[in-house]
């Protein structure tokens, strides 16, 4: 007679977390879990346009500018002076003035600003305290992965004050 037919191999499924490079929170770390999120990569998805019409960057930059004004510092302190140096920059390449932005950093920029003013994101802005924390995280994150550009930004600044 025949010879039984074996028990088909079940096939091994990598975790999720394995098949995108990454593993998953343990830590319970928010931070982490903002910069992965739903929100950062809706505002990543937006940026684009805001780069491409200076009307939309105005309208961002104002929303940003109010938004700024009312942020509690504590959660900022790290990122708080690069905060402003992604708004002046933005300002700068909106009015034509300085061109010398990498798109993959100006994207970063803008989404992490776009972020910002997102009353809605990961953690909601009302949220007394930590409304602000992702908000926080998400400059943070942006200034550390365009540190150069926002430096070199900055000395672009000062030299342009000096020549004055």
């Given at each position: 007679?025949?010879?039984?037919?074996?028990?088909?191999?079940?096939?091994?499924?990598?975790?999720?977390?394995?098949?995108?490079?990454?593993?998953?929170?343990?830590?319970?770390?928010?931070?982490?879990?903002?910069?992965?999120?739903?929100?950062?990569?809706?505002?990543?998805?937006?940026?684009?346009?805001?780069?491409?019409?200076?009307?939309?960057?105005?309208?961002?930059?104002?929303?940003?500018?109010?938004?700024?004004?009312?942020?509690?510092?504590?959660p900022?302190?790290?990122?708080?002076?690069?905060?402003?140096?992604?708004?002046?920059?933005?300002?700068?390449?909106?009015?034509?003035?300085?061109?010398?932005?990498?798109?993959?950093?100006?994207?970063?920029?803008?989404a992490?600003?776009?972020?910002?003013?997102?009353?809605?994101?990961?953690?909601?802005?009302e949220?007394?305290?930590?409304?602000?924390?992702?908000?926080?995280?998400?400059?943070?994150?942006?200034?550390?992965?365009?540190?150069?550009?926002?430096?070199?930004?900055?000395?672009?600044?000062?030299?342009?004050?000096?020549?004055?």
């Amino acid at each position: 007679m025949g010879q039984a037919m074996p028990a088909p191999r079940k096939k091994k499924v990598p975790k999720k977390a394995a098949v995108k490079g990454r593993r998953p929170n343990k830590s319970g770390d928010f931070r982490e879990d903002a910069v992965r999120s739903r929100a950062f990569a809706k505002a990543i998805l937006r940026a684009q346009p805001y780069t491409l019409s200076p009307e939309r960057l105005e309208k961002l930059l104002r929303e940003a500018s109010r938004t700024a004004g009312r942020l509690p510092k504590p959660p900022f302190q790290e990122s708080w002076a690069y905060l402003h140096t992604m708004l002046r920059l933005l300002r700068a390449f909106q009015l034509g003035e300085y061109r010398a932005v990498p798109p993959k950093a100006l994207l970063s920029i803008v989404a992490a600003v776009a972020y910002l003013v997102d009353p809605n994101d990961f953690i909601p802005d009302e949220v007394p305290f930590l409304g602000f924390l992702d908000d926080a995280t998400i400059i943070e994150f942006a200034a550390r992965k365009t540190r150069s550009t926002l430096d070199e930004f900055m000395a672009w600044e000062v030299r342009r004050l000096l020549k004055k």
